[in-house]
């Protein structure tokens, strides 16, 4: 029988603030083409979050470049090691005392893909840990040209948690929210609080963007996050908004409610964490089981 995920990485322990509660913030973006712009768009998002007292603030998924084609990717896509834009995000999060956490910019890689790359600073300044999105959109769907993320992206393949605060965040990145064995894995590994960085479209977003972040919270009793890109981008998408923040329960405490760019703050405490799971012991219940006929 296989196993998965094969490995969880888990970022060291780093200095944080006093206290339990914590006070984070989902930024929603309505990232374009030039990376410079979407830094200087996110610029003053970061420090009205900071100045409404988070101290963790996550971005949406293609936070610094929202391509319109792969072709137009690979043009501006930087390497990671010197990557400009991250290197100003950094000094950013110094300045305000802050985690920031980066939902997700295209990496490319030596095989000519790219990897959907979360990066996580601390308050520091300095880079935490990084996660690349696990799971990829191939898709043939009826009437529509076939859908291949896997051929411009390569996807990752360990989970992430790191500490931020009293909580311990674990990661993902929008079509991960779809494969809860993920969710779960995280929440076994100690995660309370996860990340769901986003740039959903608008039908899906009305159909299931509510209902699948609810349940990915109540199934592990954590709190969720989710940053998303909203409104009509210059590469001719329009995604759907709606940055919220879920408690372990599955009641969704704070979101914007429109695709305009924005910050949303909650606070949130890690003992509604221990209730939650005290009250539903879903994840201490967990049982191994067989599936005749089924394939290992």
Known sequence: MTTWPRSIARAASIPCWPGNALKIAAIQMRSGLDPDANLAALEPLLAEAAAQGARYALTPEVTLIFPENRDQLRSVAAPFEGHPQLAVVGALAKQHGIFVHIGSLPIP???????????????????????????????????????????????????????????????????????????????????????????????????????????????????????????????GRATYGHSLVVDPWGKVIAELDHDEPGVLVAEIDPAAVTEARGRVPALANARDFALPGAQA
């Open 109 to 235: 890689l030596d095989d000519g893909r790219f990897a959907n790359r979360s990066v996580l600073f601390g308050s520091d300044g300095a880079q935490v840990t990084t996660y690349d999105k696990i799971h990829l959109f191939d898709a043939d769907i009826a009437g529509l040209n076939a859908y291949r993320e896997s051929a411009t992206y390569k996807g990752g393949e360990r989970a992430v948690t790191a500490p931020v605060g009293d909580f311990t965040l674990g990661f993902s990145i929008c079509y991960d929210m779809r494969f809860p064995r993920l969710y779960n894995a995280l929440a076994n590994a100690g995660a309370n609080l996860i990340a769901v960085p986003a740039a959903f479209t608008v039908p899906t977003g009305q159909a299931h963007w509510h209902v699948l972040l609810r349940a990915r919270a109540i199934e592990t009793g954590s709190y969720v996050i989710a940053a998303a890109q909203g409104g009509t981008h210059a590469n």
